[in-house]
């Protein structure tokens, strides 16, 4: 490796000495973000039982609290550009959890249900996924999508850690203190890293007076309206909504699904968990690909590994080997939604406007989050399977691969644009 190689591998190498606890404090918040949408998947059984509720009735309550976040996203991104992520996460972090607690207070009436998901939402929206990518972003250029990768593992985490968790908890206390349960190891693993290593480079005080005296932010980039008028942000738009509408669908009802084929609890969660662990790999592979080659391209083949997933398991009715297998593929592309978007978001639009920018992204991303659940239970309840939504599935997840492999390639200047000061903090 010479020239401009090898001064990105030096660039890399310094990012991870300076900066490398960063990302896994950023992945710890990602992962507590989540911790209502990943962790929600074993307590619908338990809680429609109890209630004599549907799967719908029991699911709606994310739906509420996913388009909550979608309506805020961009104010919320705007906040990020305005004060820096850091204080927004020490605090969402735990309200996050504390809300998630609560959820162990229901009482089967559907107006303390939506109360309780309106308070989760609340909890949350300072700890979108803008708040945890924007920091990684500020200080990572070089190996800025091995560093999001590692941020963005933290769906992984929950998405192995939390099912199986929640279902342990619930077997052996109960429901409704699984929930605290559940939301007082997180915090106890996950919060003292947060304080102590997440920072972005707007978070200190000398960056501020930077901007102060220099009339101009630290970052520089594309302005939000202009950012907004461009069709790579509308592309960006709608391959996230298709995406997120059905993977996080299949996430949330695996285990469900599974036992629908006839596979008991525990062993459908410990099935689920391969998602999670088969997450880390393909993202931070995924993060590895972005660094080095288009990531339009890369995003577009990743996109279609949950297709052959979702495939396998219409094609083995749900037997064991072949939802180990669909679980794998669903988990290898899991999360590269966001990392993609994330990525094609800096190196096209810049930093100066990333939070809104992002924000509006996460918008779709949180929109399909919502209706993907519920969509994936309205089936469920019409039809009394999952199959005609792995159907649904198939079509949308090859219409985002085709939306991303129609981007063009960032433009060299563009890619400049994306330089941080020389003198960042």
């Known amino acids: 490796m ?127 996924a803008t708040v945890w990518t924007s920091a990684v972003a500020s200080r990572f250029e070089a190996s800025r999508g091995l560093a999001f990768a590692v941020t963005l593992c933290g769906a992984a985490i929950a998405t192995s850690l939390f099912p199986y968790l929640a279902t342990r908890l619930i077997a052996e206390v109960g429901w409704r203190t699984a929930f605290v349960a559940q939301a007082g190891i997180w915090v106890v693993c996950s919060y003292p890293l947060i304080f102590l ?66 596979l008991t609890a525990l062993d459908a969660a410990s099935i689920a968990a391969l998602i999670g662990l088969a997450s880390i790999f393909g993202r931070l592979s995924t993060g590895m690909l972005l660094d080095r080659f288009p990531a339009s391209f890369v995003g577009a083949g990743v996109f279609m590994l949950p297709v052959a997933g979702c495939a396998v398991l219409i094609a083995t009715g749900g037997s064991p080997p072949g939802a180990m297998a669909a679980a794998v593929l669903i988990g290898l592309t899991l999360g590269a939604e966001i990392d993609v978007v994330v990525y094609l978001t800096t190196r096209h639009f810049g930093l100066k406007s990333f939070g809104a920018l992002y924000g509006g992204l996460l918008g779709a991303l949180s929109i399909g989050t919502a209706l993907g659940p519920l969509g994936a239970a309205r089936v469920f309840d019409a039809y009394g399977n999952y199959g005609p939504f792995l159907w649904v599935t198939i079509g949308f997840m090859a219409a985002s691969s085709l939306a991303l492999a129609s981007l063009p390639h960032p433009a060299a200047e563009a890619d400049a644009a994306l330089k941080l000061v020389e003198n960042e903090v």
């Open 2 to 128: 010479t020239g401009g190689g090898m001064r990105s591998a030096n660039g890399a190498g310094a990012e991870w000495r300076k900066y490398f606890m960063l990302p896994v404090a950023a992945g710890l918040g990602y992962a507590t973000s989540v911790i209502h949408i990943y962790g929600l998947g074993p307590y619908i059984q338990p809680l429609s039982a109890e209630f004599g509720w549907s799967r719908t009735e029991t699911t709606v309550g994310l739906t509420i609290a996913t388009l909550v976040q979608a309506v805020c996203s961009v104010p919320i991104g705007m906040l990020v550009d305005r004060i820096g992520p850091r204080l927004l996460a020490i605090i969402g972090s735990l309200l996050t959890v504390a809300a998630f607690a609560l959820m162990s207070t229901a009482t089967g009436e559907a107006a303390n249900w939506y109360m309780l998901w309106g308070l989760m939402a609340l909890a949350t929206l300072p700890i979108q």
């Open 197 to 262: 290593f997440f920072r972005g480079a707007r978070d200190s005080r000398e960056a501020r007076f930077a901007e102060a005296r220099q009339g101009r932010p630290v970052l520089s980039g594309v302005g939000f309206f202009e950012g907004l008028r461009s069709s790579i942000y509308l592309r960006l738009l709608l391959a996230s909504l298709l995406f997120t509408f059905t993977i996080i669908a299949l996430v949330v009802h695996f285990v469900p699904i599974l036992t629908s084929y006839g």
